[in-house]
């Protein structure tokens, strides 16, 4: 049974309140609290990480490395942070390993449609860093501390947004 | 470097939502906390503080740019040197040292820092939004930007790892909430039990709501003097507490992206991250068997940020046993789990052994019930004050706050300072650490304060 009405961020439009006559009470008045709206459209750039969001477009997942010690970045980086060298891309493998993960039954604004929605680290073999994803085909009411360490692989948007969720991972 | 010393502190009672003021009479309500504390008039106040630290975190829940000059003008400060920091969820850890720094270099004699928040100004899933908006923008916040998500992803992989569990993770909640109901300035004094931890609505699995800190309006500030400052102080008259000096201070940091942390093997470890306390051979055999069995470091179940903080927090103000010779420490447990993995990092215990150091009853306060069988509490009291997870987490005056709670109890002053409740004061409380963090570990500030 609810009990309590939510408290949403719609109402009237008010354009005038009244004032006491005696000004010696207005400490004490309540405060008057308005909606105030913000929107931004911006002109973002993937600079150098662009080719990872081409790849996505394409389906292929893109990872850098670096010609000069080796290190292999799971998600990209322009330059490697063990040495500074510019580094190059490689493909990725599209099939690896749960490193962690958590459902999320709640979260911010954008994503509250997709609750619960599971969230998972994903870890190759012979790559050094890991890479953020969603995770589709497991049950999120039953997560499992066994989900780490799942076979997975990846699959794509055919029609890209641009976006790191053009790819996502299912269990293999 | 020359000493310094923290003089007096104030905070705003920490509450969800301030709509009967704007920022700047809330940090006023701190500062006046200070005047009244050492019994000196704004004038007088205005004549001794020779420059100001402002801290608060995000430009999108103030909605205002440059808050920090509006709040120097309202407590009358201007035309002193001020400046603005901000470093995450690490601000007010970050703003104390700034200030320390101004004293210490021999720039300002006194020196006010002074940090708040307001985050009522949008509902609770906008600033979840607003909060992960602290996460890469390309790559990690499009996929579900969450900070409760992030952090619930650590901590599996620490379960994974070392075997903690929910039930230990809620032992945090039931001490945090439990140590805060003795705390007037806190916005959650609860009496709760594991079960209800566990029972209330999951967020992000397996962190439910009672697992993770609130988001809060509130305000906090505290006074750094030099010895002359000092002076200048009991010279004009102001009613001195017994001297707590800053013993050392230690700062660290991590990649913004979880993903991109390295996973180094033993001997990289131990040669770069272990702690002097863990430099024998019992603990090298430990750390060798527990990477043989798999584990790397820092992955993403532990702060690299928030261990090498301490090391040199410890270094600088000279610890080598920090259990030992810590009294408390008010640490930022912005989520149950990041307290337990904050022990390890700060060498309170091993990694891997912050579960047992909670069911063990180390962290806990001696003398008060909390309903759970404890071996052995008060070994070494954690967040004495409630912690975010119950006083709240205004951001920019967290880190102050807990400067403030950690000066009383180290002053003997708490029952003072708590409305003339002094359950939850440490009995000759001489050395105690503050750790403030910023989202998933990137900075981490740990600073000794010391009664003298
Ligand atoms: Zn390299």
Redesign the interface.
């Known amino acids: 049974m609810i009990k309590k009405l939510p408290e949403t961020?719609d109402g009237s439009v008010l354009f005038n309140v009244p004032l006491p006559a005696d000004l010696a009470g207005l400490n004490e008045l309540?405060?008057i609290?308005i909606k105030?709206h913000?929107a931004v459209d911006y002109l973002?750039t993937?600079g150098q990480?662009s080719p990872f969001f081409a790849g996505l477009a394409n389906g292929k997942l893109l990872g850098t490395e670096c010609p000069q010690c080796g290190y292999r970045?799971?998600?990209p980086?322009g330059h490697c942070?063990q040495c500074g060298a510019r580094t190059r891309w490689f493909e990725l493998p599209q099939e690896g390993q749960v490193?962690?993960?958590?459902?999320?039954?709640?979260?911010?604004?954008?994503?509250?449609p997709?609750c619960p929605?599971v969230?998972?680290?994903i870890e190759w073999e012979g790559v050094?860093?890991?890479?953020?994803?969603?995770l589709l085909g497991v049950d999120p009411q039953a997560?499992s501390?066994d989900w780490?360490g799942m076979p997975v692989r990846a699959r794509f948007r055919r029609n890209s947004k641009f976006?790191?969720?053009d790819v996502y991972f299912v269990p293999r | 470097m020359r000493n310094v010393y923290v003089v007096s502190g104030g905070v705003s009672k920490f509450t969800k939502a301030r709509p009967d003021v704007t920022f700047q009479p809330m940090v006023k309500e701190a500062y006046d906390y200070i005047l009244n504390d050492l019994g000196l008039t704004q004038p007088q106040a205005f004549e001794l503080i020779d420059g100001t630290v402002c801290s608060y975190f995000s430009d999108h829940f103030a909605r205002q740019l440059m808050a920090g000059i509006m709040v120097q003008d309202y407590l009358g400060l201007c035309p002193k040197p001020s400046f603005r920091v901000e470093s995450g969820g690490a601000t007010g850890g970050v703003c104390f040292q700034e200030a320390y720094k101004q004293v210490a270099s021999g720039y300002l004699d006194v020196c006010l820092a002074y940090g708040f928040e307001k985050m009522s100004h949008v509902e609770t899933w906008k600033g979840n939004e607003f909060i992960a908006l602290a996460s890469d923008q390309d790559f990690d916040y499009p996929v579900g930007g969450f900070y409760s998500g992030y952090y619930a992803m650590m901590v599996v992989r620490h379960m994974h790892e070392f075997g903690t569990t929910p039930e230990q993770l809620a032992k945090v909640s039931v001490k945090n909430h439990r140590n805060a109901f003795y705390n007037p300035y806190a916005q959650k004094r609860l009496k709760l039990t594991v079960q209800e931890v566990r029972d209330s609505p999951m967020v992000a699995y397996p962190l439910t709501r009672l697992d993770i800190c609130v988001m809060s309006d509130g305000a906090a500030a505290v006074l750094l003097a030099s010895e002359a400052g000092l002076e200048k102080l009991r010279q004009a008259g102001a009613q001195l507490a017994p001297a707590v000096q800053v013993a050392g201070i230690g700062r660290g940091t991590d990649a913004m992206r979880m993903a991109d942390r390295p996973h180094q093997d033993f001997d990289q470890f131990f040669a770069r991250n272990a702690l002097p306390s863990e430099q024998t051979a019992e603990t090298k055999a430990y750390y060798r068997e527990l990477f043989e069995r798999g584990t790397h470091y820092p992955g993403v179940h532990s702060f690299r940020a928030g261990r090498m903080a301490s090391r040199e927090a410890y270094r600088n103000a000279g610890l080598s046993e920090p259990l030992k010779e810590l009294d408390f420490v008010e640490l930022h447990d912005a989520y149950t789990s990041s307290e337990i993995q904050t022990y390890e990092d700060m060498g309170l215990c091993r990694y891997g052994e912050g579960g047992q150091f909670v069911d063990e009853g180390y962290p806990f306060l001696s003398g008060l019930d909390y309903g759970l069988e404890l071996a052995h509490p008060g070994k070494l009291p954690v967040n004495p004050s409630g912690g975010l997870i119950a006083c709240g987490h205004p951001v920019g005056a967290t880190g102050l706050m807990q400067a403030v709670f950690a000066l009383w109890q180290l002053q003997g002053t708490i029952k003072k300072h708590y409305g003339g409740d002094g359950t939850v004061q440490i009995t000759q409380a001489k050395r105690g650490a503050i750790h403030s963090h910023a989202g998933t570990g990137t900075y981490v500030t740990v600073s000794i304060l010391e009664r003298k």
């Open positions: 961020l309540a405060p609290i105030q913000y973002h993937f990480d970045y799971g998600t980086k942070t490193h962690t993960f958590t459902v999320c039954y709640f979260g911010s604004e954008e994503f509250l997709d929605f969230l998972a680290l050094n860093t890991l890479f953020l994803t969603r997560p501390l780490v976006k790191p969720t």
